[in-house]
């Protein structure tokens, strides 16, 4: 059971626009910054967007994140077939302990 | 440029300890703002983050691990490694080791390709 809770599959059709949710708590989403992370089947997740809206460098800007009170987005526009893949969130979480906490992925279909 | 390599058995049997050494280069863990951290993903599932040094030497771990997990460092090899005691088959995990760099908080940026621990008599 994760402590933060993301849609198990989303889907759409090329240069659609998809967002996948993720809903935590104030002591995690609340209070703290979201990453979002990309896996392709048989890889190392890919750093997204980290500090709720902040993309690294090489990331394109198809790819956005966004945050409201204890839930955060990602938003894909553009859909490419290459989108196919595993999205995470992930939040620093305050209630006991430091603790990274992860959402349970999100699979993405790209029909 | 950054890189990071997890190491260790890929086999270990119920009650053992398992160690694991994340070796990295492109930067050093006596720089102030810089961390690494070991996260696992048994297969077909979720992400679970097991424990983060820092560059100063703090340490913290999984709530829900803690009793079981040590993680330190050797600056001068730029080696982090872990260990994890009482290894029991629902560890079975793909083990990985990323850095952490601070932009107000801590966030994951390169992660190793992780490696793959089963844990079976």
């Known amino acids: 059971q994760s402590v933060l809770t993301q849609p198990p599959s989303a889907s759409g059709t090329p240069g659609q626009r998809v967002t996948i949710s993720c809903s935590g708590s104030?002591?995690?989403?609340?209070?703290?910054?979201v990453n979002w992370y990309q896996q392709l089947p048989g890889t190392a997740p890919k750093l997204l967007i980290y500090s709720n809206n902040q993309r690294p460098s090489g990331v394109p800007d198809r790819f956005s994140g966004s945050k409201s009170g204890t839930s955060a987005s990602l938003a894909i526009s553009g859909l490419q077939s290459e989108d196919e893949a595993d999205y995470y969130c992930a939040a620093w979480d305050d209630s006991l302990n430091v603790n990274w906490v992860f959402g349970g992925g999100t699979k993405l279909t790209v029909l | 440029q950054v890189t990071l390599r997890e190491s260790g058995p890929a086999l270990v049997k119920p009650t053992q300890t398992l160690t694991l050494t994340c070796t990295f280069s492109?930067?050093?863990?006596?720089?102030?703002?810089?961390?690494v951290s070991w996260i696992r993903q048994p297969p077909g599932k979720a992400l679970e983050w097991l424990a983060r040094?820092?560059?100063?030497?703090?340490?913290y771990y999984s709530t829900s691990l803690k009793t079981r997990l040590t993680i330190s460092k050797d600056t001068s090899k730029n080696q982090v490694v872990l260990t994890m005691t009482n290894m029991d088959p629902v560890d079975t995990a793909t083990y990985y080791c990323?850095?952490?760099?601070?932009?107000?908080?801590?966030?994951?940026?390169?992660w190793g390709q992780g490696t793959l621990v089963t844990v079976s008599s």
């Open positions: 104030s002591s995690n989403i609340g209070s703290n910054t």
């Open positions: 040094i820092d560059w100063d030497d703090d340490k």
């Open positions: 990323a850095r952490g760099i601070w932009f107000g908080e801590y966030y994951f940026d390169y």
């Open positions: 492109g930067f050093s863990l006596s720089t102030s703002g810089m961390c």
